[in-house]
């Protein structure tokens, strides 16, 4: 795994999370910037999805190895998801969603980096 991809992930993360409360605090749907913002963390963790499957035999433990697969596979799905949901669902609950999944998005990528950092 790359640090700063993962910092950058996280990041965006954060940003994501912080938007969506915000908009949800004011009752405002999805709009096309937090879509964008969306899509940008979608992008990393697709980049950080190739990445992280191209040098799996780093991690040794088997168990860890199947969790950071399970992680890496399940996290660019999570946006696309909450996104989704946000965009059918028109109350300040889908900006509940979002903000949950990214949440759920940044602890996950900390988990990634802790257990590749920790076999490496």
């Given amino acids: 795994m790359v640090e700063p991809l993962t910092i950058a992930v996280i990041g965006l993360s954060v940003l994501l999370l912080v938007v ?13 910037w937090l879509l964008a913002v969306a899509g940008l963390l979608e992008l990393s963790l ?13 991690i040794g433990d088997s168990t860890e190895r199947a969790t950071f697969i399970a992680y ?37 990528t900390a988990r990634l980096l802790q257990i590749w950092t920790s076999h490496g």
Avoid: N, Q
């Avoid at 969506?20 to 096309?32: H, M």
């Avoid at 950080?48 to 499957?53: A, D, I, K, P, R």
């Avoid at 596979?73 to 998801?81: D, T």
């Fill in 46 to 58: 697709l980049v950080t999805l190739v990445v992280g499957l191209s040098d799996l035999g780093h």
């Fill in 20 to 32: 969506a409360v915000g908009y949800a605090a004011r009752d405002r749907l999805i709009d096309d």
């Fill in 72 to 108: 890496l596979v399940s996290l660019p799905v999570i946006p696309v998801g909450t996104a989704f949901l946000a965009i059918k669902e028109k109350s300040r609950w889908a900006m509940g969603s979002i903000a949950v999944g990214a949440f759920a998005v940044a602890v996950m």
